[in-house]
């Protein structure tokens, strides 16, 4: 079965720098790949796609490659600030496409610090 | 902007009930799904819903579990039996069309099982 691992528990970051989480998964060759912001007590909420042959995904201040030989996703936020801090989680779509339910990693919890 | 809405915020139940878990998705997206997330853990997804059937489940949506559409604008997920281990925030989404994969999230139902 997929597996999904994210770089850690938790990310220290000053405010005003570029935080960068990685996603690494196994056992599998997703047609997408997305990001996502939850927030303690909330639902996931949708940041980003990137398909299989798109190398980076670009809005604003959020940054994603993917790198499909390595099986990695690197989540860029640039210009960091407090507001920012909150779990970011990767997932990944299912083989049958767009009716198949996510895999998520487990987050990296990501804390801004003014 | 149209959001997923879930009722309740947060149900107890007790041990060997029955508990309906409701949900509105954006009222243009065809996909449903239902999520759980223990506390501490990764969300993992348990059912998807498209054309008024299922379309794809996990391991852990076992007999125990079902879903409805009963109208035209309601999603419901029932948990027949609860267990101590079904404690867990349960997350309602729904996407828009095949290949439009972004899901959005409700904000959760908190289910306690005393």
């Known amino acids: 079965s997929q597996k999904i691992e994210q770089n850690s528990e938790a990310l220290n970051i000053q405010e005003g720098k570029t935080a960068t989480l990685t996603c690494n998964y196994t056992?599998?060759?997703?047609?997408?790949l997305q990001w996502y912001r939850q927030d303690p007590g909330r639902g996931p909420v949708f940041l980003l796609l990137?398909?299989?042959?798109?190398k980076e995904k670009r809005k604003e201040r959020l940054k994603v490659t993917f790198d499909t030989t390595l099986k990695q996703s690197l989540f860029h936020i640039t210009a960091s600030q407090p507001a920012d801090s909150a779990t970011y989680l990767c997932?990944?779509?299912?083989?049958?496409?767009?009716?198949?339910?996510?895999?998520f990693g487990k987050g990296t919890h990501l804390i801004i610090q003014p | 902007e149209p959001e997923v809405t879930q009722t309740p915020s947060h149900q107890v139940t007790q041990m060997g009930q029955e508990v309906i878990l409701r949900c509105v998705p954006i009222?243009?997206?065809?996909?449903f799904y239902w999520y759980r997330q223990i506390l501490g853990q990764k969300v993992e997804f348990l059912v998807s819903?498209?054309?008024?059937?299922?379309?794809?489940k996990s391991e852990i949506f076992d007999d125990q579990f079902s879903v409805e559409r009963p109208d035209g604008s309601n999603f419901t997920l029932k948990i027949r039996s609860t267990k101590l281990e079904d404690s867990a925030m349960y997350f309602c989404?729904?996407?828009?069309?095949?290949?439009?994969?972004?899901?959005?999230f409700g904000p959760g139902t908190r289910l306690t099982v005393t």
């Open positions: 990137i398909r299989e042959n798109e």
């Open positions: 009222s243009n997206h065809l996909y």
């Open positions: 819903f498209y054309n008024n059937e299922i379309s794809e």
């Open positions: 997932a990944l779509d299912g083989p049958g496409g767009g009716a198949d339910g996510l895999t």
């Open positions: 989404a729904s996407s828009e069309i095949v290949g439009t994969v972004e899901q959005y």
């Open positions: 056992n599998y060759s997703p047609a997408y």
